[in-house]
Structure formats: C-alpha cells, structure tokens
Nanobody, 122 residues
Framework: QVQLVESGGGLVQAGGSLRLSCQSSGRTFSNWAMGWFRQAPGKERDFVAAISWNGVRTRYADSVEGRFTISRDNAKNAVYLQLNSLKPEDTAVYYC???????????????WGQGTQVTVSS
C-alpha cells in the first residue's frame, strides 16, 4: 500500500522560510513523479510544484516561482519543498502526491498524503 506522509509545516512570519518533507513508502519511489499542491481555507486545491522521477524536470506555479524549490532524494524515498520569502497568502494545507509522469494537474495524481499546515503571519 502506497503511503505519503508530509511533515515540516508550522507557523512562520512573513519573509520566513520552511522546508516541507514528504516520505513515501509502498512502491519504488524512483519510478514516480511527485507533486506539491496546497489548499487555502474556502478555496480549491491548487498546484504548487512538481518534479520528475529523476529530478531533471521541475514545474512551478507562477505564484511561487523563484521563492519555492522542489527537490527529491530517491535514496531516502523523499521529496522536499523549500519555501522561502513566505507571504500570508501562502497559508494553506500543503499536500504531496505521486503519479508516473510529471504533471501540474491535480486530477492526474493517484496517491496523496494527508497534508501539513503552513501558516504565515503578517
């Protein structure tokens, strides 16, 4: 059974940084692309970043380009999201997800974690 477990969320002031982690188990991690999505209160879940199975390709939402960085360590079965220059509008629950090929489309991901809360105070 595939499991994705996020961690690293918390409360941070505007301008601060956080590093989110997503630990995968249950299948060969290096075969799968990974994505990060987020959902703010009262809003739909939105794409944040994605990375290909080998880490060569990455994609970012315009709203986070240049501030967030996605990376992965296949030896540790983990994907990371470095969040820098955080803004109050980055406040959301952040989810990691997996699928075979890199994608920005939520509906194309087949496994999801439970999410980790990121709160940015002004």
């Amino acid at each position: 059974q595939v499991q994705l477990v996020e961690s690293g969320g918390g409360l941070v002031q505007a301008g601060g940084s956080l590093r989110l982690s997503c630990q995968s188990s249950g299948r060969t991690f290096s075969n799968w692309a990974m994505g990060w999505f987020r959902q703010a209160p009262g809003k739909e879940r939105d794409f944040v970043a994605a990375i290909s199975w080998n880490g060569v390709r990455t994609r970012y939402a315009d709203s986070v380009e240049g501030r967030f960085t996605i990376s992965r360590d296949n030896a540790k079965n983990a994907v990371y999201l470095q969040l820098n220059s955080l803004k109050p509008e980055d406040t959301a629950v952040y989810y990691c997800a997996s699928r075979r090929w890199i994608s920005t489309m939520e509906g194309e991901y087949d496994y999801w974690g439970q999410g980790t809360q990121v709160t940015v105070s002004s």
